[in-house]
């Protein structure tokens, strides 16, 4: 079992910046993902960026590529994702998991364990 606990989300204008962090216990397997997702209202969960716990190899989806940094803290146990310029559509609960898959690693069905989510609210 993985236990995963999300904090930092908050209210933001546009242009600004919030850090994601996601405290994890326990692990599925010594090489393992753990993915950052968020789901706006009315759409479908989508991946934002995963790092590979063996590598430390990070992966971001397209709308958080140059924007966003996702990172992992193997002493703590925890997974941060920074975000810095901040758009209204980025608007959504971000929710972190982990998985392990091979392929498609911004898949939500790769991801076995998730987090209640943290809400990131940006305005304009």
């Known amino acids: 079992q993985v236990h995963l606990v999300e904090s930092g989300g908050g209210s933001v204008q546009a242009g600004g910046s919030l850090r994601l962090s996601c405290a994890f216990s326990?692990?599925?397997?010594?090489?393992?993902?753990m993915g950052w997702f968020r789901q706006a209202p009315g759409k479908e969960r989508e991946g934002v960026a995963t790092?590979?716990?063996?590598?430390?190899?990070?992966v971001y989806g397209d709308s958080a590529k140059g924007r966003f940094t996702i990172s992992l803290d193997h002493a703590k146990k925890t997974v941060y994702l920074q975000m810095n310029n901040l758009k209204t559509e980025d608007t959504a609960m971000y929710y972190c998991?982990?998985?392990?898959?091979?392929?498609?690693?911004?898949?939500?069905?790769?991801?076995?364990?998730w987090g209640q989510g943290t809400q990131v609210t940006v305005s304009s």
């Open positions: 998991a982990a998985g392990k898959s091979d392929s498609d690693v911004l898949n939500v069905l790769g991801y076995a364990y």
């Open positions: 326990g692990s599925p397997s010594s090489d393992y993902l």
């Open positions: 790092i590979r716990t063996a590598s430390d190899s990070p």
